[in-house]
């Protein structure tokens, strides 16, 4: 339209007329609104096509116009071009009015607004919630759901106040990556999830509640590991909005148990953990728990509400209890040390890293004593088999007979569980036996292959032992290695005696991919002196004179060594092969490499006991 001439505006569609906003005479602006016309419960505006005046109108509210039915008759003004002109761009740095809501609702949950509950959090020695997550994914990887939720108390207090005391009511969470320049981007993608002891002590509200819900489900669908943090107090009784009698309906439970054996579990904990945060904490495949946390199935109120006394929070479950009866995997001092091994932890199972070192492997050499009966600690030879501050070892004040740890060889995770002869000789007890078919599940789940180290003179025995229940917990060995899914390889490293060690070799030396000795290896059916002085007892108690009969047994000892030891034993095929020290890693990394490990389409095995 030129200059001075006259322009007709349509209807964009088919409707009715709702507002009409200008009048015949009227000066109007580019881009003004004339006209609002609604079609399908949608609004669509009628602009001014250029600056001028109105010259004619025929919309009037109500009425109903048909798509390019004319509306209005604008009259281009003579000074348009310098009108315009002067009207500028959009600022593009404008915030309008709801979007400034959005932000100031968004900076509400945040720490900085809220400097007395996190000066009391770092009072007493711990981080905030969204400190430890900040810690534990990688930086700007974090998407946050849920975080304008408020706790479900509208009916008893404000809405401004929930805003304000209740942010994302008490529980952080999303997705994030972690661990990406280490292991690369597509495998480091995580759920995680962060109660926070500042909002209604960290307990598990109705919309936290569904907050997991929608989490777990996601995890669940992307098949991504799970890092919980744990800290609260379990069901909150205060969050009247919801009708419900028990809320023993609620999904999260069972959404997060049915991720065992489908995705890693990593849980961690820091202050008090009790009943329902509790529960979920002990669905993880490791918990990861600092010097000062509490851990248990009911807090002090539920205690004392079930007629069982008066107990403070910190006399229940305290580390120094749950870390020698195996529910804590990992103690560490503090939050930054738990977040660090929890990234260490989750990186074994992200896959292989391209960086490593290998130690020297000439320690491996000198790592057996040269005197057979001598005690040694088998953590030197894993540290010096794996690949440099590659070792996280699980549960070790647990089950001390056996070390389960994970390891990297030449870059790539396996699972590693080996026999302490510092712990009664070796000898596998109802405590190590469940704690070693545990951490076998474990990597049969998430496809890590296992390498087993041996070094036991069997099962424990005595009535000692058979009033832990041995038969039953021993038998775990035998019944969960007999039935892994991944490669297994298996190293004698000096005895070889009995079930004991057909246990650690998923049930038999020709059960795994491998079974090699080192030179210091013998085996036999049982214990080599015990063996002499069983088949041999009328022999021995011939001898009147103790120090002949002392000579005797130990020639017959000797003899019983030379037959057992590997290099026999190899002779005969009861082992693949005795080889150099100096050689495992190579002959680890060859084995394993044979034998690749299938993706899974879905669970490897139904889940992961949780003891």
């Not at 050689?583 to 690749?596: G, K, S």
Request: with cysteine; hydrophobic share 45%.
């Amino acid at each position: 339209m030129s200059a001075g001439r006259s322009e007709q505006v349509t209807a964009p569609v088919t409707g009715t007329v709702i507002r009409v906003d200008v009048a015949v005479g009227d000066r109007v602006r580019t881009g003004q609104e004339l006209v609002v016309v609604e079609s399908m419960k949608t609004e669509f505006e009628v602009v001014a096509p250029a600056d001028g005046v109105v010259e004619s109108l025929s919309a009037a509210v109500g009425a109903g116009v048909v798509a390019d039915q004319p509306l209005v008759v604008v009259r281009r003004a003579e000074e348009q071009a310098a009108v315009a002109a002067s009207s500028g761009p959009t600022d593009l740095d404008a915030v309008r009015a709801d979007l400034a809501e959005v932000h100031r609702r968004h900076a509400i949950g945040l720490d900085a607004a809220r400097p007395d509950a996190v000066a009391k959090r770092h009072a007493r020695g711990q981080r905030t919630a969204r400190e430890n997550l900040d810690d534990l994914c990688d930086d700007g990887s974090f998407v946050e759901y849920g975080a304008l939720a408020i706790a479900a108390q509208r009916s008893r207090r404000p809405v401004e106040e929930l805003i304000e005391r209740t942010p994302a009511d008490g529980l952080v969470c999303g997705v994030a990556e972690i661990n990406g320049p280490l292991v690369g981007r597509e495998q480091s993608r995580a759920a995680v999830l962060a109660y926070d002891a500042t909002v209604l002590a960290g307990t598990q509200g109705a919309v936290n509640h569904r907050k997991k819900d929608r989490i777990f489900e996601l995890a669940a669908r992307q098949r991504l590991p799970v890092v919980l943090l744990a800290e609260g107090g379990g069901g909150r009784p205060g969050d009247v909005d919801v009708p419900t009698i028990a809320g023993l309906d609620v999904p999260a439970f069972r959404l997060f148990a049915r991720l065992s054996g489908l995705v890693p579990l990593v849980g961690v904990v820091s202050g008090r953990c009790f009943a329902g945060n509790a529960a979920l904490l002990g669905c993880c495949d490791v918990v990861i728990a600092t010097e000062d946390s509490s851990i248990g199935m009911g807090g002090p109120a539920m205690i004392e509400g079930g007629g069982l006394g008066v107990h403070a929070a910190d006399a229940i479950g305290p580390i120094d209890v749950q870390v020698p009866n195996g529910v804590v995997d990992v103690a560490v001092a503090n939050e930054a040390e738990a977040i660090d091994v929890a990234r260490r932890y989750l990186s074994f199972f992200q896959g292989p890293v391209a960086a490593w070192r290998a130690p020297d492997q000439r320690r491996l050499r000198h790592a057996i004593p040269e005197r057979r009966t001598r005690a040694y600690d088998v953590r030197t030879v894993i540290d010096a088999l794996a690949d440099e501050d590659a070792v996280l070892e699980l549960r070790p004040a647990f089950g001390r007979g056996i070390v389960t740890a994970l390891v990297r060889i030449e870059g790539r995770p396996l699972g590693l569980i080996a026999n302490d002869p510092r712990h009664l000789g070796g000898a596998i007890d109802s405590d190590a036996s469940d704690k070693a078919a545990r951490f076998l599940q474990l990597c049969d789940a998430h496809g890590l292959p296992v390498l087993s180290l041996v070094d036991t003179p069997g099962f424990m025995v005595g009535p000692e032992s058979e009033r832990t229940g041995s038969v039953r917990h021993v038998s775990r060995l035998f019944v969960v290695g007999a039935n892994l899914g991944v490669p297994l390889c298996a190293i004698v490293l000096r005895k070889a005696y009995g079930l004991g060690a057909m246990a650690m070799t998923g049930g038999s030396l020709q059960a795994p991919l491998a079974t090699v000795g080192w030179p210091t290896a013998e085996i036999g059916a049982m214990g080599l002196e015990g063996a002499v002085r069983l088949g041999f007892r009328k022999e021995l108690e011939a001898v009147a004179d103790e120090t002949e009969r002392a000579a005797l047994f130990d020639r017959m000892v000797e003899l019983a060594y030379e037959h057992g030891k590997g290099l026999n034993a190899a002779s005969m095929f009861e082992l693949d092969d005795v080889i150099d020290p100096i050689d495992t890693r190579r002959w680890i990394a060859a084995t394993i490499a044979a034998a690749p490990i299938p993706p899974a389409d879905g669970k490897r095995r139904p889940n992961v006991d949780t003891w």
